[in-house]
């Protein structure tokens, strides 16, 4: 059977045997991600497979299924002999000051539920410095407490990290006492609502999480090599774009601006607006052994070199 597992940005496609135990799969997933097989945990609808003895069928994976893999948080070096207490954090819901982004204020240490407000900051700084991924996170999600880490100085990092904790606290405080005032107080009620949308968008996210996890990763976009006039080009290939568009300087490189028809001028509008200096009637694109004709508007800022819309695409029905 097939099946596929999504791992952070990516989708592996596996073709294995129902009958295959789980100990065979994390060999083929470590062969594939480069991840060792210590370092990551697989789920299916929201259930870890730990029994590694146990078969693909016996968790009830069907032909066609997805599976998830995430990687393991690796456990800080003890300092002093004392417990770090600090297991994996789920950094989608810290709240940041300033922004609307979220950590979570619990932690789970050794199958227990420990608040933030526990956790040692100098052990949650080595966990963060030995994961480059997590890292990556917190620059996205968490620029100030970001910058404290990447300067090396761990009394900056313990300080921002106190500042905001301090921070989420005085505005928890602040938003319990209006509740508790006056529950049917305007602003109140405007919390509470605020509250109940994001619950409901939670809930929405795990459900996208568990029934269609590639949702989660990016998409590549279509590059293909092609020559123009005798001259390499990279092209993107649109469908959403109404015209092939090439830039004013892959135009003169490959030597069609002498004819450039500029009674064609105008301005392409669609995410931004750039201006259309001219157009080129026809011209020859060789993809792999074949030769396209096509014609070009001249874009005078236009970032990538060549465009091939959808009137090139449907001309010669790709």
Not at 31 to 43: K, L, N, T
Not at 128 to 153: I, Q, T, V
């Amino acid at each position: 059977m097939k099946i596929s597992v999504t791992f952070e940005d990516n989708l592996y496609s596996l073709d294995i045997s129902d009958d295959s135990e789980i100990e065979i799969l994390k060999p083929l997933l470590e062969f594939e991600s480069g991840v060792p097989a210590s370092d990551f945990a697989i789920y299916y609808n929201g259930y870890q497979l730990k029994e590694v003895k146990k078969s693909l069928k016996y968790f009830g994976v069907k032909d066609g299924d997805i599976l998830v893999m995430t990687r393991r948080m690796p456990r800080p070096p003890q300092q002093n002999q004392r417990s770090s207490g600090v297991g994996s954090i789920d950094w989608s819901s810290i709240r940041v000051p300033g922004t609307s982004s979220r950590v979570s204020s619990t932690i789970s240490d050794q199958g227990g539920q420990v608040p933030l407000g526990s956790v040692d900051p100098l052990a949650l700084r080595e966990v963060l410095l030995a994961d480059a991924h997590r890292r990556s996170l917190l620059k996205e999600r968490n620029p100030p407490l970001s910058e404290a880490l990447e300067s090396g100085d761990p009394q900056r990092f313990v300080a921002v990290f106190n500042q905001q904790k301090k921070t989420r606290e005085e505005q928890e405080a602040l938003r319990m006492r209006m509740i508790q005032a006056d529950p049917l107080d305007i602003e109140a009620q405007q919390q509470i609502a605020e509250e109940i949308q994001q619950a409901n968008i939670n809930t929405n996210m795990e459900t996208a999480f568990e029934f269609s996890p590639e949702s989660f990763g990016q998409v590549t976009m279509l590059y293909i090599n092609c020559l123009v006039n005798g001259q390499p080009v990279k092209a993107f290939v649109d469908s959403g774009a109404q015209m092939t568009i090439m830039s004013v300087a892959c135009a003169e490189r490959c030597n069609i601006m002498r004819l450039l028809d500029r009674r064609w001028a105008g301005l392409a509008k669609g995410v931004g607006t750039q201006k259309i200096i001219g157009r080129v009637h026809v011209a020859q694109i060789q993809i792999e052994q074949d030769f396209l004709a096509s014609s070009f508007s001249v874009l005078e800022a236009q970032p990538m070199d060549m465009l091939l819309g959808l009137d090139m695409l449907k001309r010669h029905q790709v």
